[in-house]
């Protein structure tokens, strides 16, 4: 039986008792809306003066591409001015902040470090600091429950992909990610959160609501839970799958020798995941127009199965056994690789890297993480 899960959205009393009246501004995507598939930039016109709208990465309605520039614009559905915080600058302007009394989220997240939603919120936060604003999150659930994986972000490598130092799949829901760093941070936010109800940690097709892509390509729970490991490969010249059905679920090239590659890491019996060799052609982004040869992940249990671990061993092999494997250069001049930004360290990168030494310490680091997150967990 499907879980019952409420998400901030659908708690009206309680979105009424603080937003009754106020000026409000909306950050949000196509994944807000409620249990019965209405807006939550329709819901909020009810309780408030929804004042305007700011965009995220990937656009208001969803229609764009990673790393697109987002321009402002008005809304024609609304009318509303929409302001993009993924364009020029992801902060909120004083002059705009000053005529609104409250900025509402309402984003459902992926549990990802490197997932872009989590820093314009922190943007946000700070900006509504400043400017002695109150911000609310109407809270969503982590569709890839509560586990945790991966590295802890060196704050040497803070960017937009990872500002700071969580895992990076950080087992909380976006509004329990708000309250952690606003401590943590000490970005002093007048910070309300409307948590969801009824959830345990379960993955979210386990439980009874709609799932709506966050962005393009990130179409299934499974998806997701791959993207943990697989994002790894925006660093490196291998596809990951975009410009396919199956993003972040296909990994290759049209160099790999896939089948090899299949082979020897099942061979190593990897947890909850078997390897299949195959062929795709991507219609855009990396190696579009090209055949490929690649492997695509199989989830065979997900209670087992590791994303991050498995990425690091499939990277770590394929880089030690082709010499046309290369790490992309910097996104801009003078900062560090990209994969570095992802990963949060400049660790994988290294001639003498062991994935076994690599992941006992990522270990560690997470269990530490796991204490310092445990207060801020509902569930």
Not at 183 to 206: F, K, P, R
Not at 311 to 340: C, G
């Amino acid at each position: 039986m499907k879980q019952t899960v409420l998400c901030g959205i659908d708690r009206p009393d309680r979105i009424a008792a603080v937003l009754s009246g106020a000026r409000v501004g909306l950050i949000t995507n196509p994944t807000g809306i409620d249990r019965r598939f209405r807006a939550t930039i329709d819901r909020l016109t009810t309780v408030c003066t929804l004042c305007c709208l700011f965009s995220p990465e990937h656009g208001v309605r969803g229609e764009k591409q990673a790393g697109d520039h987002v321009e402002c614009y008005t809304d024609d559905s609304t009318g509303l001015p929409v302001y993009s915080l993924y364009g020029d600058s992801p902060h909120i302007s004083e002059e705009i902040l000053s005529g609104l009394d409250v900025i509402v989220f309402d984003i459902q997240d992926v549990g990802a470090r490197f997932y872009t939603y989590l820093y314009t919120l922190s943007y946000a936060m700070a900006d509504c600091a400043a400017a002695n604003k109150r911000l609310v999150v109407l809270d969503r659930i982590n569709p890839i429950g509560r586990k945790i994986e991966g590295t802890v972000l060196d704050p040497a490598f803070r960017s937009f992909v990872g500002r700071f130092p969580i895992a990076t799949r950080y087992g909380l829901t976006i509004g329990e990610y708000a309250r952690y760093i606003n401590d943590t941070e000490h970005i002093g936010c007048d910070l309300t959160v409307i948590s969801a109800e009824g959830w345990n940690g379960c993955y979210y097709d386990e439980t009874d609501l709609a799932w709506v892509m966050p962005s393009p390509n990130l179409p299934t729970i499974d998806s997701c839970l791959c993207y943990i490991g697989t994002c790894l490969a925006e660093g490196t010249n291998l596809s990951e799958g975009r410009g396919t059905t199956k993003p972040f679920e296909l990994i290759g090239a049209p160099w790999l020798s896939a089948k090899r590659i299949a082979d020897e890491l099942n061979e190593r019996n990897l947890p909850g995941v078997r390897l299949r060799s195959c062929y795709f052609t991507p219609t855009f982004s990396k190696h579009a127009g090209e055949l490929c040869r690649g492997v695509a992940l199989h989830i065979t249990d997900r209670d087992t199965f590791r994303p991050f671990e498995t990425a690091i061993r499939l990277f770590d092999l394929i880089r030690k056994t082709h010499p046309d494997f290369s790490f992309l250069p910097p996104v801009k001049a003078h900062n560090p690789p990209f994969i570095d930004l992802l990963l949060g360290t400049d660790a994988f990168r290294s001639e003498s890297f062991d994935a076994d030494r690599f992941l006992s310490e990522c270990a560690r680091a997470c269990g530490d993480y796991a204490e310092k997150i445990r207060p801020y967990q509902n569930t």
